[in-house]
């Protein structure tokens, strides 16, 4: 499975922006998948993540209310809707994905996620 990653850029306080992980190789209908991010100096870090069914998610507390991850299998996308964005969500954001047994496993282990994507840069600032 390959994973791309794109939709980042500079982007004002308060403002939105939409990352998409377009995956090919491989159909990631039954993938869970989630976003991550790494910030200068800073360990990389889960953000959100889904179940391959998409009825599970999993938001960190930094994020909750904010973000929204979601997944279109028949595009085989998984997507970062971004809102109300601030200084502190400046990161690289990478996308992952990893095989789960059934439809509604939220993985949330870095190390589980066996597939990378190369990661997308969104700095928020005015």
């Known amino acids: 499975v390959q994973l791309q990653a794109s939709g980042g850029g500079l982007v004002q306080p308060g403002g939105s922006l939409r990352l998409s992980c377009a995956a090919s190789g491989r159909t990631i209908s039954t993938y869970a998948t989630g976003w991550f991010r790494q910030a200068p100096g800073k360990e990389r870090e889960l953000v959100t993540a889904?179940?391959?069914?998409?009825?599970?998610?999993y938001y960190s507390n930094s994020v909750k209310g904010r973000f929204t991850i979601s997944k279109d299998n028949a595009k085989n996308t998984t997507y970062l809707l971004m809102n109300n964005l601030k200084p502190e969500d400046t990161a690289v954001y990478y996308c992952?994905?990893?095989?789960?047994?059934?439809?509604?496993?939220?993985?949330?282990?870095?190390?589980?996620?066996?597939?990378w994507g190369q990661g997308t840069q969104v700095t928020v600032s005015s």
């Open positions: 889904i179940a391959w069914s998409g009825g599970s998610t």
């Open positions: 992952a994905a990893t095989g789960a047994l059934r439809p509604n496993i939220v993985v949330t282990t870095t190390s589980l996620f066996l597939y």
